[in-house]
């Protein structure tokens, strides 16, 4: 099972970077590693994923070390709407109905 | 387009009363999952359709059923609910349940057992 730990909460100014860390110490070669958000009780979000190299598309960046046991999720100029709940999610087998959803960081982008 | 689609979005029901949450996606996916989201915790997967005509468990299946009705609809049932099942209650959907796919929510359904 490729479970995921993250820090519980991390605070960001308005403009600068979110830069959200994720340890995957246990995560298998066939493993993906997918980020969500999920804004004040809304459905989660789909951010981005990897399975080995970086990711970057028009809402983050993903930055997968190299042994791939953590990842760095990367907001370039956070805005207080980006404020949620993010959660770095692990599967096991390969499928979207595994995805493990742990209790994720709470990011408050600061004006 | 609307996407995934939950209702109700709100409900209260008594200990041993029955319900049923309605669910459909407008994207012609071919798999559909219900979750559900305690205070504090992180989603917890309930059953899963991985096509039309195929349910499965998840992790927390215990007091509820499914039907996969068509390809659009999935619907959560409760048949006598309980204080436990207090949660809010989210329905995705993805194409076809494969690795690399993204995940739809609907917008929730909190749902208040007394």
């Known amino acids: 099972d490729a479970k995921t730990t993250q820090p519980p909460s991390m605070d960001c100014a308005e403009g600068r970077a979110a830069n959200l860390p994720c340890n995957h110490s246990?995560?298998?070669?066939?493993?993906?590693v997918y980020w969500y958000r999920q804004i004040h009780s809304q459905g989660p979000q789909y951010i981005i994923h990897g399975l080995k190299n970086n990711e970057t598309n028009e809402m983050a960046s993903l930055i997968i070390t190299e042994d791939r046991k953590s990842s760095t999720l990367i907001l370039p100029h956070a805005t207080l709407r980006d404020t949620a709940v993010y959660y770095c999610?692990?599967?096991?087998?390969?499928?979207?109905?595994?995805?493990?959803f742990g209790t994720g960081t709470l990011l408050a982008v600061q004006p | 387009n609307a996407g995934v689609t939950q209702t109700p979005k709100f409900q209260v029901l008594k200990t041993g009363q029955s319900m049923t949450l309605q669910c459909a996606q407008d994207?012609?996916?071919?798999?559909m999952y219900w979750y559900r989201q305690d205070p504090g915790m992180g989603l917890r997967l309930i059953y899963y359709?991985?096509?039309?005509?195929?349910?499965d468990k998840g992790e927390v299946p215990n007091g509820y059923n499914v039907s996969r009705l068509n390809k659009r609809e999935f619907s959560l049932r409760l048949e006598s609910a309980a204080p436990s099942q207090t949660s809010v209650y989210f329905c995705a959907s993805s194409e076809s349940g494969q690795a690399r796919e993204k995940l739809f929510f609907g917008s929730g359904t909190q749902l208040s057992v007394l």
């Open positions: 246990t995560i298998s070669g066939n493993e993906y």
């Open positions: 994207m012609n996916h071919n798999s």
């Open positions: 999610i692990g599967t096991f087998g390969g499928a979207t109905n595994k995805l493990i």
């Open positions: 359709s991985a096509s039309e005509g195929t349910t």
